[in-house]
């Protein structure tokens, strides 16, 4: 069975601030993927990233940036000078390459980021 | 913009009727997902198509069934509504049925039973 456990329910920072959102899964599989969404207030769900198990290359894309290490299971996120349009809930997902339950997305609870101006 | 449509976007509805969500996938998607979203059980795969045929089956109840049609749009029929089936309903699609494709979220479509 998988699991994706987002430790923080909610968080708020000051407009400029740094913050860093938590992931942390669980998986017997070998290799699997995992995932970045952000859902604003409006309720869609937007793709952020996408991570291969057997790639722990840090990745930055702009404000965003990902840190995945393998030995402590974890997948976090860091948005560097926070803006209100980054206020949303962000979720953390997991899927195995292969097997049984290779095609659904396992989500953790999701982080709800509150930046105030 | 995502490319996934859903509608309606909004549903309200009475305890015992019938809806159908309806999904239309990226351009060049052949795989469809539906998840449902909900406040005590958050974001639960339902179902999962590829390119007509049934994929992948997750916590879906009997009460409600999906379709995908020759052009490729699915639809999730809910029936005998109860208010716990109250959520938001998104439709993803991806290009193949492989996991670690990138799944595209449409916008969701807003379910109130009353």
């Known amino acids: 069975a998988q699991k994706v456990t987002q430790a923080q329910t909610e968080i708020s920072v000051v407009e400029k601030e740094d913050v860093t959102l938590d992931c942390v899964y669980e998986?017997?599989?070998?290799?699997?993927?995992l995932f970045w969404y952000k859902q604003p207030p409006s309720g869609e769900l937007v793709f952020l990233i996408r991570?291969?198990?057997?790639?722990?290359q840090n990745e930055i894309s702009g404000r965003y940036s990902w840190n995945f290490q393998k030995s402590t299971s974890s997948f976090n996120f860091t948005i560097t000078a926070s803006q209100v349009v980054d206020s949303a809930v962000y979720f953390c997902?997991?899927?195995?390459?292969?097997?049984?339950?290779?095609?659904?997305?396992?989500f953790g609870k999701g982080t709800k980021l509150s930046v105030i101006p | 913009d995502s490319g996934v449509t859903q509608t309606p976007k909004h549903l309200i509805t009475a305890t015992g009727q019938r809806v159908t969500l309806r999904c239309s996938p990226r351009?060049?998607?052949?795989?469809v997902y539906w998840y449902q979203q909900s406040l005590d059980q958050g974001l639960q795969f339902l179902i999962q198509?590829?390119?007509?045929?049934?994929?992948a089956k997750g916590n879906i109840l009997e009460r409600f069934s999906a379709q995908q049609f020759p052009d490729l749009h699915s639809e999730l029929n809910l029936s005998s509504l109860e208010l716990g089936d109250s959520a938001l309903y998104f439709c993803?699609?991806?290009?193949?049925?492989?996991?670690?494709?990138?799944?595209?979220f449409g916008e969701g479509s807003w379910l109130t039973v009353v």
């Open positions: 993803a699609s991806s290009v193949a049925s492989d996991s670690g494709n990138t799944i595209y």
């Open positions: 998986t017997r599989d070998t290799t699997y993927y």
């Open positions: 991570r291969n198990s057997f790639d722990e």
């Open positions: 997902a997991l899927t195995p390459k292969a097997g049984a339950g290779s095609y659904q997305l396992t």
């Open positions: 351009s060049g998607d052949l795989s």
């Open positions: 198509y590829y390119n007509g045929e049934e994929r």
